[in-house]
């Protein structure tokens, strides 16, 4: 080692004893994972983890034969999944994210040509992208002539399907005869239909050619990486049923009523809070997936997403530093909860990372495409271009690190001079113009919903920003106080605040604004993996690795990725964190899934700098021991967070039709509410203010929002401010009934005065009492407050005069 290493392992050391013992005595001894610790079902799910983790590692380890080892861990994989009763979701879904691989291969193939010499990874990647864009552009077009329902989209989908099946065979049936015209009897190859991963030595630098092998492990230590990975992805299997978090439950799983209610996702429902105005591109890819009997199939998108991204940064990684750096980049991003515990949950976080993870492999490929002739004609900017348009259509905080990231990488291109915007052929160059024509469609037709409803074409920060544009955001929607106002503290107050969160997020999530962090954590393994690539980003800039770039693009030296994707993660990390602080600084919550795209993209950057000249350093060798205990705290606390706060697994069950059946745990637990009854008046149809408990009264199998919704976070509370307002809402929302939860209006005293003036009017009539709970049909036409006729046109101008004074505009 030089001077510079050995300073470097002098720090790191007691960096990692001290984080150690500071989260072992704040979390695991004195702070809340104790009582999770020792829970009977915790106890339970760790004990399996480890079964599995042996499994997996025996049959990676002690077994050489490839097809061997893919049947031992399937065969585990497959009786674990069977046991906690979500084995049909997950192959349910891995069908249907089949059908938009098939969908997209074949817009590929029409815009590339018969050949399109893309590696096999980008090569999936951009078939993922365009499936899911066309998919949303179908259901988009649908929806604008006012049909919908989940039985149409899934017959839609089975017909999508069909087509794809048809089309392949077609294809092949095709070559098959032009083989024999030519004298020559050519049988379909297998690696024209499945992909081909590239075979990787055991240095630094791919080799070989395609084999299925270059998936599986070939040493011991490349076998405790995989089966490390394998089993996280195991652990959020386990518990996938039982992870019903909040934000799942008050929007991404309820897309039946709050989505398409049967006429289209375009249908205004008249529910004023923001998360439903959010971007639904995984609710509308979910659709033929939703109002089964069982949330499994929803959330097992998110899962199937996880292992997308993991194989993908293992993919970015192994191509930089062969492959053992692989499998080290899978175990280390199986190890952060911030990642993994996304997993379980129908929010779109990791489903956002896939697609902002493959705009960054499409830009890697064309930094390092000068002198792969096969590579160089690719038009990775395009591609590029469509994985950066899905990210608008799934996340409103993904136009900010997504459009960071991109404008980062453009400038590396235009630096490096890789920005191709020319390509040999005309006629290939006008095919190529469509490929980002359904993705930008796909963001067209969402936004369009959004704007339909809103006013403005993205909500939630950026409310304001198309405000200042000239849009107006409609009545009864207000956007304003998403955010905290850090301009009411004091300099000495901000910078407090900032500091004590860096530090929860670094060091200990404990104490206030920590309770969304520790859920979703980055972990003390992010913390040393910050500080070895800020060491080596030092070394980088000090030994002139940020000079010259120019030089090599231009050609004077063969540059390859391994010698420009560093300059650009220079580049990058930096931004990305300067985002993710101020986000830190500005926001009112902070939550740790903001963060997962620096997460990953710190694990690929450090993946590829911990390799020198084609061998290991005795840093790495001392590293990886340093490594090893953060990695297995990362297990630990994964297994004691979920970002729904559900213990231990899904109970185990050998006697089920393969799937865990949450609708009727839901009947039962309104049995035991006593509603059973006023449910049944219900329809889907039913457009319900429900008074309750959030966000367990949106359980109603109808179009249904909580008065929380209404007042909450994210709503807009000044229309309870006067009952003839929200006897308006009521009235523009086409709202029919209100229900009204045992002892609610007790609780909440304004909820309750309401309910009550609005019964003494008759305002609400067909009342329904069940055990203490209320069903009342809203009749609007009586007189308000003054003894005035109600006029919805007066009321309504009135409340927005108000409104506007109230909020300073």
Request: glycine share 10%; aromatic share 10%; hydrophobic share 45%.
């Amino acid at each position: 080692m030089n001077r510079r290493e050995k300073w470097i392992l002098a720090l790191a050391g007691p960096l990692v004893l001290f984080l150690l013992t500071i989260q072992g005595i704040g979390l695991w001894i004195l702070g809340p994972f104790h009582k999770i610790l020792v829970d009977h079902a915790t106890e339970a799910m760790l004990a399996e983890t480890a079964v599995v983790l042996i499994w997996n590692f025996w049959w990676f380890s002690r077994v050489e034969r490839p097809n061997l080892q893919i049947i031992g861990c399937a065969a585990g994989l497959t009786v674990f999944s069977w046991c906690h009763r979500i084995l049909v979701p997950l192959a349910g879904t891995a069908l249907y994210a089949g059908i938009l691989l098939l969908a997209g291969r074949n817009i590929r193939k029409g815009i590339f040509g018969k050949a399109s010499p893309l590696p096999t990874a980008e090569r999936l990647g951009l078939d993922l992208i365009l499936g899911c864009a066309l998919w949303i552009v179908i259901v988009c077009l649908v929806s604008l002539t006012g049909r919908g329902g989940l039985w149409l989209w899934r017959i839609l989908a089975a017909l999508l399907g069909a087509a794809c099946v048809m089309a392949e065979l077609r294809a092949r049936r095709g070559k098959l005869r032009a083989g024999e015209r030519s004298g020559k009897r050519e049988r379909p190859r297998v690696r024209d239909i499945l992909p081909t991963p590239p075979q990787f030595s055991s240095a630094c630098g791919p080799v070989g050619g395609p084999s299925w092998a270059g998936l599986l492990p070939e040493n011991r230590k490349q076998a405790l990486l995989a089966a490390f990975a394998l089993t996280m992805v195991m652990v959020q299997i386990g518990r996938l049923n039982i992870s019903l978090d909040y934000d799942s439950l008050h929007y991404g799983l309820r897309s039946a009523y709050v989505l398409d209610n049967g006429k289209g996702i375009f249908e205004d429902l008249g529910m004023v809070n923001l998360v439903y105005t959010y971007p639904k591109g995984l609710e509308v890819l979910a659709l033929p997936l939703s109002g089964t009997p069982t949330y499994g199939f929803v959330l097992a998108l998110s899962l199937w997403a996880t292992v997308g991204v993991m194989l993908l940064a293992g993919h970015i990684a192994g191509r930089r530093a062969g492959k053992t750096r692989r499998f080290w980049a899978m175990a280390m991003l199986g190890a952060v909860p911030g990642v993994m515990n996304m997993a379980a949950t129908a929010k779109s976080d990791n489903v956002t990372l896939l697609f902002q993870l493959l705009f960054f492999d499409f830009v890697c490929c064309a930094l390092g495409a000068a002198g792969e002739r096969q590579e160089k004609g690719q038009p990775w900017f395009l591609m590029g271009l469509c994985a950066y348009l899905m990210t608008l259509v799934l996340k409103p905080t993904a136009i900010v690190f997504s459009t960071i990231m991109a404008a980062v990488c453009l400038f590396c291109l235009v630096w490096c001079r890789r920005l191709r915007v020319i390509l040999k052929g005309r006629g290939k160059w006008n095919r190529l113009l469509f490929l980002p024509l359904l993705p930008a469609a796909a963001v067209a037709g969402l936004w369009y919903r959004t704007w339909k409803m809103t006013g403005v074409p993205v909500t939630s920060i950026f409310a304001g920003v198309f405000e200042r544009l000239g849009f107006t955001v409609r009545l009864p929607y207000t956007f304003t106080g998403v955010i905290g106002n850090p301009a009411s503290l004091s300099a000495g107050e901000k910078l407090t605040r900032l500091v004590r969160r860096i530090w929860g997020m670094a060091v200990l999530p404990l104490g206030e604004d920590m309770d969304h962090v520790i859920i979703a954590w980055g972990t003390g393994l992010i913390t040393l993996l910050a500080f070895l690539w800020v060491c080596w980003l030092i070394g980088f800039v000090r030994t002139g690795g940020m000079k010259e770039r120019r030089g090599f693009a231009s050609g004077e030296h063969a540059a390859s990725s391994a010698s420009l994707q560093p300059f650009c993660e220079a580049l990058l990390l930096p931004a990305l964190g300067l985002a993710c602080i101020y986000s830190v600084y500005t926001l009112s919550q902070v939550d740790g899934n903001y963060f997962v795209l620096f997460y990953t993209l710190l694990i690929t950057g450090v993946s590829g700098i911990r390799c020198r000249h084609g061998r290991k350093t005795d840093l790495e060798r001392n590293l990886s021991g340093l490594l090893a205990p953060l990695a297995v705290a990362g297990l630990f606390i994964t297994c004691c967070t979920s970002w729904a706060g559900a213990r231990g697994f899904t109970p185990v069950s050998l006697n089920h039709p393969g799937w865990y059946d949450h609708r009727s745990e839901v009947r039962e637990r309104q049995a035991e509410a006593g509603i059973s009854e006023i449910v049944s008046a219900l329809t889907p149809r039913s457009r319900v203010v429900a008074f309750g408990e959030h966000p367990q009264v949106l359980d109603l199998p109808c179009s249904v929002q909580s008065y929380y919704d209404i007042t909450g976070s994210g709503g807009n509370v000044y229309l309870v401010k006067k009952l003839d307002y929200f006897k308006w809402y009521l009235d523009i929302s086409g709202t029919e009934y209100i229900f009204v939860e045992t002892g609610y209006g007790d609780r909440q005293s304004r909820a309750g005065e309401m309910i009550r003036y609005m019964i003494e009017d008759n305002s609400l009539t067909d009342l329904v009492y069940e055990n203490g709970n209320l069903l009342g049909r809203v009749q609007l036409g009586g007189p308000d407050s003054d003894g005035n006729p109600y006029d919805r046109q007066r009321i309504g101008r009135e409340f927005a005069e108000n409104f506007y004074q109230y909020m300073g505009k």
